[in-house]
């Protein structure tokens, strides 16, 4: 289990990353729409932290939070927000498609619930290859609104799959709460019915997620059946952009104060402070990840572009 510190770190990073995203995003060289993490750190790093290095994990467009969990690098994503020939897709995939299939970060997309039969199929080969391998696919809770999210949970609970699925359900589908989308009553009463183990917690403590979600992927190579977490969370941004928007009139900005009080950074830091680690050591670790993210956006800022001809390689269409 990693320690109280290294957990810190990682929400640390994350949130990092993207203030400097929020910081640079205004002069226009980041090209790329922004579909911010913030305020899912502590679920996201709970979950990958309760992975093995070789499970394979798929998300959505709203990944910079998985992408760098799973992966802990700054300058491919950099360069990849910037477009350039050093990012992990030669700059042609941006924030909303990223990807190190090396480091099992398989896929992202930017349409709704791509991923997820994707990521069954991942799982189904992993089973056929009995290579011990497990998948987590992250997914918003819009995506339970597509079909073909039942028919993917129907054939990982007929099949036996090793597949954790991840509904990261921030009530919110761009504007459009759940109870005007969804006719049931609970995501967990409704997936309860499939053959799956289901969990659910509106946490944003990574030490709490990462004991759920170690339990998750322990049942499920244990039992082979698919397990389901709907971990809740507040989407501090807009839908897409790098600002808050709590005057655009869908949401009330004491909903945001609410949840702040317990935001998944600072629920950490305190917990640290509380275990006796100085305020003065917490701030010099800041500092280091700071300065690793503003070298990784110089680096990225001077990155050539891809060659012209680059356009063709890597794509199948
Ligand atoms: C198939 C498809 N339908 C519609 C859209 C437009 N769209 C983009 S994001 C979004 C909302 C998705 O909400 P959710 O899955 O809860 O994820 P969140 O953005 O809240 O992380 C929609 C409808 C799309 N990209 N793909």
New binding site residues.
């Given amino acids: 289990m990693p320690t109280s510190l290294e957990f810190y770190k990682k929400l640390y990073l994350i949130r990092a990353v993207e203030e400097g995203i929020r910081k640079y995003y205004s002069e226009n060289e980041m090209k790329t729409p922004m579909?911010m993490s913030m305020g899912s750190e502590a679920l996201v790093v709970g979950v990958v932290s309760a992975l093995k290095k070789s499970d394979q994990v798929f998300g959505?467009?709203?990944s910079h939070a998985l992408y760098l969990a799973k992966t802990g690098e700054t300058n491919a994503f950099f360069a990849e927000m910037y477009g350039k020939r050093t990012g992990g897709a030669k700059g042609k995939a941006g924030s909303m498609h990223l990807s190190a299939p090396e480091e099992g970060f398989l896929g992202t997309s930017?349409?709704?619930?791509?991923t997820i039969p994707v990521a069954v199929g991942a799982a189904f080969a992993n089973k056929k290859k009995k290579n011990g391998k497990m998948v987590a696919v992250f997914?918003?809770?819009?995506?339970m609104d597509?079909g073909v999210f039942w028919e993917s949970i129907n054939l990982a609970s007929l099949w036996n799959l090793p597949i954790v699925f991840i509904c990261?359900d921030?009530n919110?589908?761009?504007h459009t709460p759940v109870l005007k989308r969804q006719g049931y009553a609970s995501i967990e009463a409704i997936v309860s019915r499939f053959n799956m183990n289901v969990i659910q917690s509106e946490s944003t403590d990574v030490e709490r997620v990462f004991a759920l979600a170690r339990k998750a992927r322990l049942t499920t190579e244990q039992t082979q059946r698919p397990s389901f977490m709907r971990l809740a969370y507040y989407?501090y941004l807009e839908?897409v952009g790098v600002n808050e928007d709590f005057e655009a009139g869908y949401r009330a900005k004491s909903e945001f104060d609410a949840w702040y009080k317990k935001d998944p950074v600072r629920v950490q830091k305190k917990r640290l402070l509380k275990k006796g680690v100085r305020a003065s050591a917490i701030g010099q670790i800041e500092k280091r990840l700071d300065a690793k993210i503003e070298e990784s956006i110089a680096h990225a800022k001077q990155a050539p572009f891809a060659e012209e001809g680059e356009a063709y390689t890597d794509v199948f269409a």
């Fill in positions: 579909h959505t467009y709203r930017a349409v709704v619930g791509t997914f918003g809770e819009g995506a597509e990261e921030n919110l589908a761009i989407r839908h």
